[in-house]
């Protein structure tokens, strides 16, 4: 009876904790980085920002199509501070398609094998293609088929000198990393499927993602739980945090609301106007006050360099 006891606690245990994981794994941002090869000149800001300028690029695609298809502005979020890894080796020793992602993953420390649902998104210096002509490639870092496994860590490759299809291809490939597969459509209406492949190319012209569409079986599957790291986002910026209208959203603010979801106050505290002061709204204006203070002070982005280290075993 006691070993019954213990293991109905352990299972209720073990579920806890998978459905907190599940959770907590949902809310990990995609992770950015900028491989250098040996050969290849170290990153200069602006273009550090021209490729942070790209991840905007394809949040906002994500957000706008599954909000053209009903699910509202529902993307993923990326860490602005992208890590420059200095690769040991020059640039063709990384473009070969079957093994380039080991190399890379195995030059840099921050980048796993596991099942903890995380995104690399690699942006290779110096490439405007991979050795077979592919602009980039999308690899799971899980030792089980990724199907069976949608905490599969995965880690997409992109050339980051492909300017005329660098949005696009980036879309892509963070599709793929999602668990979208190829799609045999072309177009969706007058747009190109995203999922499709190999994309038209004309050399000097730059594609834009407004070109391109999300297929609704694509969005649906996404919705339904494709990866969880496709999260609500944008709305949050449109909501005024400034209840006592002070001019700032800070803590007064945030005090204001915790007590507007216990008592009545002069202040209009119903942040996202759902008809109740409630956490949520306490977790609006709280983000909205960090957003503040992070706007207000002296601000450079960080980048991270590191040297490729220690070479793992896998
Ligand atoms: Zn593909």
């Not at 273009?47 to 695609?61: G, K, N, P, R």
């Not at 177009?187 to 499709?196: E, T």
């Not at 993602?209 to 709305?235: H, I, M, P, W, Y």
């Not at 006592?244 to 945030?254: I, P």
Request: charged share 25%; with cysteine.
């Amino acid at each position: 009876m006691r070993v019954r006891e213990f293991k109905n606690l352990f299972l209720f245990v073990s579920i806890f904790f998978v459905c907190f994981l599940s959770f907590v794994q949902a809310e990990l941002p995609i992770e950015v980085f900028y491989f250098k090869p040996s050969d290849v000149e170290a990153p200069t800001q602006d273009e550090l920002d021209s490729i942070h300028e790209v991840m905007v690029a394809v949040q906002d695609f994500f957000a706008s199509e599954m909000d053209r298809h009903g699910f509202g502005l529902k993307t993923f979020a990326f860490n602005p501070d992208i890590e420059v890894i200095e690769g040991k080796d020059e640039l063709n020793e990384y473009r070969q398609h079957i093994t380039s992602h080991r190399k890379i993953r195995q030059e840099s420390d921050s980048i796993q094998w596991g099942l903890e649902n995380r995104i690399y998104v690699v942006f290779l210096g110096g490439a405007s293609h991979l050795v077979d002509g592919a602009l980039g490639l999308s690899q799971a870092l899980c030792a089980v088929h990724p199907d069976q496994l949608v905490y599969c860590n995965n880690m997409v490759v992109v050339s980051a000198e492909m300017r005329e299809l660098i949005l696009p291809g980036t879309a892509h490939e963070i599709g793929h990393a999602f668990g979208l597969r190829h799609t045999h459509q072309r177009f969706i209406g007058n747009r190109g499927d995203v999922m499709s492949a190999p994309f038209g190319f004309f050399p000097g012209v730059v594609r834009t993602l407004e070109e391109f569409a999300l297929s609704f079986a694509d969005a649906t599957a996404l919705n339904e739980g494709g990866r969880l790291s496709v999260q609500e986002k944008n709305e949050v910026s449109e909501i005024d945090g400034d209840v006592d209208n002070d001019g700032d959203v800070d803590l007064d603010d945030v005090k204001i609301v915790k007590s507007g979801t216990q008592n009545s106050t002069p202040y209009d505290t119903d942040i996202n106007d759902d008809g109740v002061t409630d956490e949520n709204d306490v977790a609006i204006v709280k983000l909205k006050a960090v957003e503040a203070i992070i706007a207000a002070a002296p601000h450079k982005r960080k980048v991270k360099l590191t040297t490729w280290g220690r070479l793992k075993e896998r």
